[in-house]
């Protein structure tokens, strides 16, 4: 089975966040990258697939020159070859535009599964996957926590709202889209590092992939968070604050 | 009874027969010595050379080996009884040389050393008090092994062990009767002869068993690294740590050939002593069976059927093997080579240690909390900021940066070093020192924290640097130095001996305090003196039982305090059992790691358990209240 997980790198988890100049992106200099939290999942999904069936894993990323690393990690957990989307302007883009780069890149692959996280730790849109399965005129699926392979195609596992589960069967070639939390994620080992600098990384330019750079969706302004803390003591006795407390979580905080 | 001549009776002429009879005795033992000590010779040099290896300097090198071989300093300070008996038996060893020596040369008629002579009179005699050293000590030893039996030395009787004792102690017994009888009695050419079998059939058992020490273990203590826990940098880009045979060097070789059997290591190991299944002594001996059984040029695993794989990563890296051994064997880079070849190439799978990893690989710290909440910390109890202005950078490590208690820790001790009016800072982008992955073998990740930590250090131009964690300290100091120059670290016991002369003595005389040795400041620094004098300003030191250089670990080294649950008896348990026993009022602690896990112990003992305070908290608590 020929897989192509589709990754993205975004700032560490642990970054410090600035808004630029502009208010249309955060302030990249001083940032520190790493791979977004699902891509890692549909990573180990697709490792754990050839484990099992055999097969290659080509992961696919856009980005300007510093996804390096991110690539050399993915090729040191286990994935065969890398394709780079040398594309310096990827904030700009919106998911239509990355989706249409990873779609050129895809087709001439022809791969049996294309895998990508749910969803960007920086953007949050869910989108690129399943606009990437629109282009490729692929049947997807997405929230995807598990992957079988049956004679005749795909079973897989969906995450649904309040615990539910579904079971879909899918043909191939099909696109999925992957949840956090699936798998266990395995570790980047010092072997793997190495074994990764004679893997083959072939960089192509968006130029090159002629795809229309023109957005659909502007960004109009990015903003931090405001903070907010809220204190409210609740009176009575234990058992009415209690009650009254669990009214609360159940109902206006809604954890429960 | 005979008379005692105080002279050594000799047979004064050999026959022909007997000279070659004594020739081919000779030559069949030194063959027969030969033939097993090549092989044993052949497997350690065909070992891996040490990339690493520096013979100079030379004078520490010098220094180990009159201290511990000559002197049998370890030997006897660790294990007073048995040491002293092995110390006899060595030094019996070292004065017969010559007189083994004169020994052989008499049966061949060319015996240099007379008794009568003043010198030879001399020499005899001082060698007889030590014959006589010898056999006590001998059969003292003889007595511990199969009267005793103490449980480290293993199940089962070593019947090798008597049998050398006996031929030992033959040894002494027929050298001094020898100056009970006249030269021309018959006794004396019965005596000479028994002598010379007994030390003929001695040699070719040496190599065959853990006697070898006597030839290799001068050899170990002389060549060992040098320094305590010293991890060999990964030579080239198909090292990855002990993975097979082709993996062990010269200096592991040498050293699983070198063991005595003794068990120090297991009667001191945490580990072992609370059930668990690593036994420090089992792993050199798994060892030298994969040595002796497939050599050093095999590509089978070293962990699996020679030792088994949890075994190494149950290791506290508390060192107290290495620490013990008086053959000079060094555990720590073993266990964690074994470690690093596991991790290094991911066949060591596990739940909590991937998630460590992961949770290094991608974020700042080893609980894998977002940075922000050590942000949140520091400006909470108004840290200052390191600007390259201020003398010391206060390094806050994880436990520092996001535990709570270590937050506790970190907010006395800069409220110490506000009232000694010494200028800090802390960094706004440090990260885990590294200590947890280099300790469980993680290569990669160590080497990318401490990269990036030593970066930002040269940024922020650090000189100096005090940290309340012996393992953040132990770290920066001697491991960073593999990826470049760390500034010198203090920690903040060294630091508070330092200004002992500034801080207000004993505010409550009456606290009794038991101090509890952190493994990486005690036996990985020697730093013992220090926290004793922080602790002596707040109140009574108390001793526990295990004190020094013979602490008794928490259980939290080496990574373990982020795999979840041990199996067996907990190591911390017993320790802070240990230490409420002395009925201290106090615990005083000197490292976070150690203070969580008592924290923990005690909370179990409800309300009768002393309290537990970091030296930091014992001094901040003396300064006076208008200061605060």
């Known amino acids: 089975m020929k897989i192509i997980v589709a990754i993205k790198q975004v700032p560490e988890r642990d970054a410090q966040i600035r808004i630029d100049a502009a208010g249309k992106w955060i302030e990249e200099s001083g940032l520190q990258y790493a791979l977004n939290e699902s891509d890692a999942y549909a990573l180990e999904e697709a490792l754990q697939l050839k484990e099992k069936h055999g097969g290659e894993v080509v992961v696919l990323t856009a980005g300007p020159e510093r996804v390096g690393p991110t690539i050399r990690e993915a090729l040191a957990k286990g994935a065969d070859r890398a394709i780079h989307i040398d594309c310096a302007d990827l904030g700009s883009r919106d998911a239509l535009g990355v989706a249409r780069l990873l779609a050129a890149a895809v087709k001439p692959e022809n791969p049996d599964l294309i895998l990508t996280g749910l969803q960007s730790d920086d953007l949050g849109q869910g989108q690129t996957g399943v606009i990437l399965a629109e282009l490729l005129g692929l049947p997807h699926s997405s929230l995807i926590l598990h992957v079988d392979k049956t004679d005749s195609g795909l079973t897989v596992k969906r995450e649904l709202e309040e615990g539910w589960f579904q079971s879909i069967e899918l043909p191939t070639p099909a696109v999925l889209t992957i949840q956090s939390g699936g798998n266990k994620l395995r570790y980047a080992t010092l072997m793997g590092i190495k074994r990764a600098k004679t893997k083959e990384v072939r960089t192509v330019s968006a130029a090159e992939l002629a795809s229309d750079a023109t957005p659909v969706a502007v960004l109009e302004r990015v903003a931090l968070p405001q903070k907010q803390k809220s204190t409210q003591m609740i009176p009575g006795n234990p058992k009415e604050a209690a009650a009254a407390l669990v009214e609360k979580l159940k109902f206006e905080a809604r954890v429960l | 009874m005979l008379p005692l001549s105080a002279i050594l009776a000799e047979p004064q002429s050999f026959s022909l027969a007997e000279k070659l009879l004594l020739i081919v005795l000779v030559a069949a033992s030194v063959t027969a010595f030969w033939l097993r000590f090549r092989v044993v010779l052949a497997k350690i040099l065909q070992s891996k050379k040490d990339a690493s290896f520096r013979l100079f300097p030379i004078g520490k090198r010098l220094w180990d080996f009159l201290w511990e071989v000559a002197f049998q300093a370890k030997v006897i300070r660790q294990r007073p009884l048995p040491g002293l008996a092995h110390a006899f038996v060595f030094w019996g060893f070292c004065a017969f040389v010559l007189v083994t020596l004169n020994h052989f040369a008499v049966g061949l008629g060319l015996g240099f050393l007379s008794p009568t002579s003043l010198f030879g009179r001399f020499y005899f005699d001082f060698a007889a008090v030590f014959a006589l050293a010898c056999a006590v000590g001998i059969l003292g030893l003889f007595i511990r092994r199969f009267l005793v039996r103490p449980k480290w030395l293993g199940q089962q009787l070593s019947y090798q062990s008597g049998f050398i004792a006996f031929l030992i102690f033959l040894l002494m017994v027929t ?418 790691f150690c203070n969580s896990i008592f924290r923990d112990a005690l909370a179990e003992k409800g309300a009768a358990a002393p309290q537990l305070l970091d030296i930091a908290q014992l001094t901040a608590r003396g300064l006076p209240e208008s200061q605060t």
């Not at chain 2, 590509?299 to 190494?312: F, M, R, V």
């Not at chain 2, 890296?317 to 690093?340: D, K, N, S, Y």
């Not at chain 2, 059992?577 to 976070?592: M, R, S």
Request: with cysteine; hydrophobic share 35%; aromatic share 8%.
């Open chain 2, 175 to 592: 050298y001094l009767a020898s100056f009970f009888v006249a030269d021309a009695d018959p006794a004396t050419r019965v005596l000479w002869w028994v002598h010379t079998l007994a030390l003929l059939t001695f040699l070719p058992i040496i190599p065959h068993t853990k006697h070898l020490h006597l030839v290799l273990s001068p050899a170990t203590v002389f060549l060992s690294r040098g320094s305590f826990s010293q991890i060999p940098p990964l030579a080239g880009d198909e090292d990855f740590g002990l993975i097979a045979g082709t993996d062990l060097t010269r200096l592991v070789s040498l050293q699983a050939f070198s063991c005595v059997e003794c068990g120090r290591c297991t009667e001191h190991c945490p580990a072992a002593i609370t059930g668990k299944l690593l036994n420090p002594k089992e792993i050199i001996l798994g060892l030298r069976n994969y040595l002796n059984d497939l050599g050093p040029a095999s590509e089978e695993p070293l962990l699996g059927k020679y030792n088994p794989q949890e075994a190494p990563f149950q290791c506290t890296t508390c060192g107290a093997c290495e620490f013990q051994c008086p053959v000079g064997i060094e555990h720590l880079p073993i266990l964690i080579g074994l470690r690093r070849g596991a991790v290094n190439t991911g066949t060591w799978q596990d739940d909590y240690g991937s998630k460590l990893f992961l949770a290094l690989e991608r974020g700042s710290n080893a609980h894998g909390l977002p940075a922000s909440e050590r942000d949140k910390f520091i400006e909470k109890v108004a840290l200052p900021i390191f600007d390259g202005s201020q003398e010391y950078c206060l390094w806050l490590g994880c436990m520092g940066g996001y535990d709570p208690k270590g937050r506790e820790i970190i907010a006395d001790f800069a409220h110490v070093m506000n009232y000694l009016g010494t200028s800090f800072g802390v960094l706004r982008k440090e990260k885990c020192c590294g200590d947890p992955v280099r300790r469980l073998g993680n290569d990669l990740v160590f080497q990318k924290l401490a990269e990036s930590n030593l970066e930002v250090f040269a940024q922020s131009k650090v000189k100096k640097v005090v940290s309340i964690c012996p393992h953040c300290v132990r770290t920066i100091q001697e491991d960073w130095k593999e990826f470049g120059t760390p500034p010198p670290v203090e920690h903040h016991s060294e630091f508070l001996a330092g200004h002992a002369n500034k801080l207000p003595a004993k505010r409550s005389g009456s606290e009794s305090i038991v101090y509890h040795d952190p493994c990486y400041l005690g036996r990985y620094r020697n730093v013992y003196k220090q926290p004793r004098k922080v602790v002596k300003l707040a109140g009574k030191l108390v001793e526990a039982p295990r004190n020094h250089e013979r602490s008794f670990c928490c259980g939290a080294g080496g990574g373990l305090v982020f795999l979840g649950e041990e199996t067996g008896e907990r190591v911390g348990q017993v320790r802070a059992t240990e230490l409420i026993a002395t009925g201290a009022t106090t615990i005083g602690t000197a490292c976070p």
